[in-house]
């Protein structure tokens, strides 16, 4: 059976019940559905059943030329509990506007559970108040089919609060209500002048946009307490200028995650503070831990702090956790294209982590390509949360235009937990760098304060055949160099060490008979972390193409005989062709070197400093040097 029950010419304020039954007999309608309130034109409203199906409700504007004239509401009526309510049709040439919710879905004081097949917009909705659509109330709100191909919009201006949205799930302090969606779709436009979408206490299966999601003073989406199982971008997320802190594209906070994120679209935030993001995951305010499984990027995400940012997150031992996240497509920012951080003073051992970063295409910042950074006060600091990488894959193109292309770093704003406690700290770690395409930097192209590498016999940076670090690579005296360095590539890797390195290294050049070569510009000398300290750390050198410019002494009690049994080399690589132009310093103001490894060495005593220092710097002499170094 299919009835179809108009109710035409609504031009007072009129509520209506339309219960599952198509009648309009008042005694009908103990099943009501939804209650249309409208002003200021004329609505036909009809519902068409088929059987026992609740059916749709549908509205059409039959106003003329006054169609943007209506102004009024449509919500949930007072359902039997867990009913199924009629699906909602708003259909193309309807608008409505209004101050207090167009679409409103249960109500703050009912505890109630009810499901809606689908929910379709193709006409216009505007609200100049309350957020557009609102679902609200305890109880259990599911929906099958959301779909928005006409617009949805809020217009309240003057108010960062999340009750002025274009589509808001509401929050519940006491978590005792859920909203479900089985497919969320929008090939439209959905608008705020503040925040646009928020999800509290939500999942959704599947999240699709192919329109616009548009913020024009805030955050498009902002997720809370919530899960989206796929979410799939081919459209437009965007923020304009906000004076807001923090604000963001997509903004994930306290026990939100998202299984799979692919963009193929496009998503910016390049206007508003300088903390503006593409796509975030931090709450400074309420703990709970915060993932996305799986972020794929081919299109392109652009902001002005990060287009992707993992930062701080509240409380101890929480994470902020992307597992993978994938790129071939293009991340941009005016800072760094991906930054990790965690100031640690808003929880113990809270850990801002991307397990692995995957790069085909390009990441790009005016500052810095990759940054994982640490930092905070020292009366705030905790010193012991933690900002890392697992492992970076990069086939693709990494660049830092005006600092580094991947940077390991202490957060100069807060350089004074350099010395928390009297430990510093090395909370911002890279398991391991692969390099089969561009790395670039003006500063290096990696730069380590802190520490790079997981395993001492484990290669931490590896230089494919395709790769090139153009910068090379700095570990800052800060930092720790926790494994190997291979270049298999056909270029020159420089490499600069003022750090700490492990108590064994080794450096391979692989390819040198295609131009693969590694340029050590400096490398501290120092002792062993073990062996009460007495002995050398030692690096082995394989492979041609390797020549030392500087080496400087940092170790105690050693003479030229243990620094020259330190480097050992394989059959392939020439210790004299690598010593041939070394020269040495050491960090003993006590003593001066002169000359070079092979033409000889002077050591200049300076009696004014430390007897005892001048005393072991003598054990250095000119012979030693030059027998050792030519055997």
Known sequence: MNTKAP????????????GVCASSAAGEHNNPSW?????????????????????????????????NNLSGRIETSNPPNNNTLSSLLIENGTSIKGNNGLIVIGKDSQNQNYTIPTITNQGTLTSEGQSTVFITGQGNKTITNFTNIGTIKNTKKGDNSNENSAIRFNKDNNKQSTYSITNFSNSGLIESDKRTIVLYNTTIENFTNDGTIHS??????????????????????????????????????????????????????????????????????????ISIKTLENTGLIKARNAAVHVGPIKGENNKNTITLLKNSGTLMSQKSAIELDNNSDVGENAISSIMTLQNSG????????????????????????????????????????????????????????????????????????????????????????????SKEGEEAIIVGTNGRIQGGFKNDK???????????????????????????????????????????????????????????????????????????????????????????????????????????????????????????????IDGSKTAAAALNRTLITTATARATFLD
């Open 362 to 453: 390009v990441i790009q910042g005016h500052n810095n390509g990759v940054t994982v950074f640490f930092g905070c006060t020292i009366e705030q600091c905790h010193g012991d949360g933690k900002s890392s990488i697992d492992i970076i894959e990069n086939t693709g193109t990494i660049i830092g235009e005006t600092g580094v292309g991947i940077n390991i770093k202490i957060d100069k704003d807060h350089n004074d937990t350099q010395s928390f406690k009297g430990i510093k700290p090395t909370s911002m770690t890279i398991g391991q760098i692969k390099v089969d395409g561009l790395v670039q930097g003006k500063q290096a192209g990696i730069l380590n304060q802190g520490q790079l590498g």
């Open 216 to 289: 024009n003073g805030h955050n498009a989406m902002d997720m809370k307490n919530s899960t989206i199982k796929t979410f799939i971008n081919k459209g437009l997320i965007t923020k304009r200028k906000s004076n807001s802190d923090f604000t963001k594209g997509l903004g994930l906070s306290s026990n939100a995650n998202i299984e799979t994120l692919i963009n193929n679209g496009t998503i910016l935030a390049e206007e508003g503070n300088w903390d503006s993001s593409g796509i975030e995951l931090q709450d400074f305010i309420d703990p709970g831990e």
């Open 478 to 604: 800060d930092g720790i160099l926790q494994g190997d360095i291979t270049n298999n590539g056909k270029s020159e890797l420089a490499l600069d060490n003022k750090g700490k390195v492990s108590n064994n290294t080794v450096i391979t050049n692989s390819n040198s008979s295609n131009g693969g070569s590694i340029k050590i510009l400096d490398w501290k000398v120092e002792n062993q972390s073990n062996g009460g300290g007495q002995q050398i750390k030692t690096v082995q050198f394989k492979g041609e193409g390797i020549t030392v410019e500087k080496l400087t002494i940092n170790a105690q009690n050693a003479d030229v005989t243990q620094v020259a049994n330190a480097f050992t080399t394989d059959d392939n690589a020439n210790k004299a062709n690598i010593f041939a132009h070394t020269q040495i310093e050491s960090t003993d103001q006590s003593v001066k070197f002169t000359g070079d490894m092979l033409r000889g060495l002077v050591a200049n």
């Open 35 to 67: 209650q249309v309130a409208v002003d200021g034109g004329n609505l036909s409203v009809s519902n068409t059943k088929h059987g026992s199906d609740p059916g749709i409700t549908t509205i059409i504007a039959n106003n003329g030329g006054s169609k």
């Open 7 to 18: 109710i035409n010419r609504i031009s007072a304020i009129t509520a209506l019940l339309l």
